[in-house]
């Protein structure tokens, strides 16, 4: 342990309380933050099954080495959650900082590397959870690890929860069970996570910061139709596929209303500010009556995902139907990937989806929705603040904006508990993001990136949770 001490333990034997976070030499802590990461990203924890049991035993045997109090939540015993608590005078509410230990399946074919080896090259590690999520796993005990030992005097409660079934929880293994059996465990005034993320410059440096502060919600349905069967060579007036084509081609150009909230106002605000002038006039155009469906029409074109973040979106994603070329089927179905946003009255947006499509022979069936429904984390808020501090503190060309993910996380949960949940991540650039992001045959986060977000990260705890 000396040899991560350092200054800290002078510090400390002299008598100071806490270490402050600028007194940490970083480059100091970058042997001991790549060791965790490659060896949790080595962990195998493809989802499903899961066997998200094993990193939490690597965590358990860090913290117990550590003195940090820890227990484990498991609903099944191969996938169990971890959380460690560093305590503090108690006279402001916890603060959570979380990750969830399960990734996404690989087609290993597509991996120039073995995706479990967590393998050193060009500056990058490379692994399957090196962006999603294991490089905030890594970040957050090593935030609890340097609380520890720099006896960081706290105002609050700082919480760890590795959680487990975040990329696939059919059996609400994951944050569900914590939240609706053990929520005392996890309760906090705020909550860190993924759902951010920072982009790098031409020249390397952090220009943009996305602060995660709200989230599309998972309203997914299918669209079925039941026909009569019958021979190919007699055509049908009830052919459930041409019943079925005609709707998904509606539902797939449907171009439901633009709405804004806080945070997508402020994000294209500030968004504006900092663009070249063709994109920040058209950015500025999406608020002007007669303009905006012009920019709307350019975004869904050129940007899908800024068109996204305007409204409750309807993609069809999978089709079935028949099974040879010469028998018309008796049913057919689609299945449409609906993201509404936060404050969408889901009811009517289906009245209005049945409408659109037009035709009583097409049913539509919920497809199991189980995300709450919860308003966005405040832009007012000390943690936002702190977010927004730390960032100007150690990226100074930096611009900090709000924004709403279009996907999911399970900062839905803890939201709809009232939790004030912000979503962070680290600096990539954009080729990396569009090429090695979360969910990609191929992961990778660059080791320089990955030190500067678990500095990033316990500023972000330390500026909200110790005495000034």
Known sequence: MLKHLTLTAFLVCAGARWLPAQAITWSQQNAETLTHYRALVQIDTSSPPGNETKAVEYLRKVFDAEGIPNQTFALDPTRANLVARIKGNGSKRPLLILAHTDVVGVQREKWPVDPFAAIQKDGYVWGRGTVDDKDKLAANLMVMLLLKRSGAALDRDVIFLAESGEEADPAGVGINYMVEKHFDAIDAEFALTEGGSASLDKDGHVAVLNVETTEKVPRRVRLVVNGTAGHGSVPRLDNALTHLSIAVGKVGTWETPMRLNDTTRTYFEKLAAISPPEQAARYKELMDPRKTASAQHYLAANEPEHYSMLRTSVVPTILKAGFRMN??????????????????????????MTRVIGDVAVKIEPVGNSRPVAPPSSLNSEMYRALESVSKRLYPKVTVLPVML???????????????????????????????????????????????????????????????
């Open 327 to 352: 028998v018309i089927p008796s049913e057919a179905e689609a299945t449409l990937d609906v993201r509404a946003l936060p404050d969408e009255d889901v009811t009517k947006f289906f009245a209005e």
């Open 406 to 468: 279009t996907g999911s996380t399970d900062m839905a949960q803890l939201r709809a508990k009232g939790v004030q949940c912000y979503g962070i991540g680290p600096a990539t650039s954009a080729e990396d993001g569009f090429l090695y992001g979360a969910h990609s045959d191929v992961e990778r986060l660059a080791e320089t990136s990955l030190y500067k977000f678990v500095e990033f990260t316990f500023n972000a705890v330390t500026e909200v949770s110790t005495h000034k």
